[in-house]
């Protein structure tokens, strides 16, 4: 682009009105115009050819971890006196360090670099375009053009470890895993008694058993283990998590479900999420690390939002997931959760409840009063109740204060089954 007009038509009006009036002065006066004109356009830049490549220090990363953003340039074409350039980033990232604007002068073949780093909360950030403006050293001439460069950087949520989760669902897949599958075989924990078959080994002889019989030997027989089939479902809804000074409950929400994933997957399940909020997402069900590195990325992607069709857990597809198999649920609990949640449980779910505490969370922003102090105590006894009738329909719940680690919580709450859960698999 040019902005050479005004200065062309100042030089061309003083030539004429000096030619017209015969004064050798206006003459004069235009010659250091026309210079600057001549040299403005001598020197005016080509077409820009640079070459730039984006590199970012890492592209997934846990919250306000600093990210280095590194730019590597190479001017393809002719010289370029005066260059402009311009990352532009999403607006949620926070630049910690340098700037994001770099001004230079590039000469034919050279390469330069600059950087800067960023940091930014929990979610999925997609670098795109470059903004390139070059002129010469007159500011006669200009060159602007946009260059897509794609990049993208995961802020993956906080991962606790968990352990001692114990779930029993009524249905386990065929593979080797962890979980009680209520069929005989090779395993840790007894089963019961068998008779003795050819092939079977000495070692398992139940000698006591055998002595009772003249003509036949048993064996003992364990209970195998195997993988087992979760799906964690991720209460979305901005009805049911609050926020207050730039934090949400949701944020809690989103680690215990990761950190529930990672355990799940690292003991041999297939995991699978849904998000249940503004839209429905379905990560669908996988093994490995493969599988988790998806299942986070989704989680960095989730956000909470509001839908007329998904106020409430009645629209919850349950068709995704297999008959009998293990459902997790990490929500708030809102008014009318729990009825849905007992028809799950009566169809043959087995069903896990980790609720972060809205009323603990919230209380430690409001003023210390006895208005607050009655409110509080009216919504405790409203949660406690939903919570004890989940219990009493053969729900696991966990009530997780948000301030104390959720591992700590899971272990207290979440022990081994009484013997009588192993034997009537309820």
Not at 16 to 35: D, E, H, K, N, R
Not at 172 to 189: K, L, N, S
Not at 269 to 293: A, C, D, H, K, M
Request: one cysteine or more; glycine letters at 8%.
């Amino acid at each position: 682009m040019r902005r050479s007009l005004t200065p062309s038509l100042l030089l061309f009006s003083l030539i004429l009105v000096g030619l017209a009036t015969f004064q050798s002065s206006l003459l004069v006066l235009a010659i250091p115009l026309a210079l600057y004109i001549l040299l403005g356009l001598i020197f005016s830049p080509d077409k820009v050819d640079i070459e730039i490549e984006r590199v970012l220090s890492a592209e997934r990363v846990a919250p306000d971890t600093l990210v280095k953003v590194t730019l590597h340039l190479k001017n393809n074409g002719s010289s370029l006196e005066e260059i402009l350039l311009e990352d532009h980033i999403p607006p949620a990232l926070s630049i910690e360090e340098g700037k994001i604007i770099h001004f230079c002068t590039l000469a034919p073949n050279e390469r330069k670099t600059w950087s800067y780093t960023v940091s930014g909360t929990r979610g999925s950030y997609v670098f795109s375009d470059i903004e390139i403006r070059s002129s010469d050293h007159f500011g006669l001439v200009y060159h602007q053009e946009v260059l897509k460069i794609p990049g993208q950087l995961f802020v993956i949520p906080r991962v606790p470890r968990l352990r001692n989760i114990t779930i029993r669902p009524r249905h386990t897949r065929v593979y080797a895993g962890t979980i009680p599958a209520r069929v005989g075989g090779t395993g840790i924990d007894f089963f019961g008694v068998r008779e003795y078959q050819t092939g079977d080994s000495l070692r398992r002889i139940n000698w006591r058993t055998s002595a009772r019989h003249q003509q036949n030997l048993f064996t003992n027989e364990f209970e195998q283990e195997r993988a087992a089939d979760v799906g964690i479902i991720l209460d979305g809804r901005k009805l049911s998590n609050i926020g207050r000074d730039g934090h949400s409950l949701f944020e809690h929400t989103v680690s215990a479900a990761a950190g529930l994933a990672d355990h799940f997957l690292s003991t041999g399940n297939r995991v699978g999420i849904l998000f249940y909020g503004r839209v429905l997402r379905w990560s669908t069900p996988g093994y490995g690390n493969i599988q988790r590195e998806r299942l986070l990325q989704a989680l960095a992607r989730a956000k909470t939002g509001d839908s007329q069709v998904f106020t409430n857990l009645d629209n919850l597809p349950t068709q995704l997931f297999p008959p009998n198999s293990q459902l997790v649920l990490v929500t708030p609990l809102v008014k009318g959760d729990a009825k849905m949640l007992i028809q799950l449980r009566s169809r043959g779910y087995q069903i896990m409840v980790v609720s972060p505490d809205p009323i603990s969370y919230e209380l430690r922003g409001l003023p210390d009063n006895p208005d607050v102090k009655l409110a509080a105590r009216v919504l405790r006894t409203e949660r406690n109740m939903v919570l004890m009738r989940l219990k009493r329909s053969g729900l696991q719940v966990v009530d997780w204060d948000v301030n104390i680690p959720l591992d700590r919580i899971l272990e207290s709450r979440l022990g081994r089954p009484p013997a009588w859960h192993n034997a009537t698999g309820k």
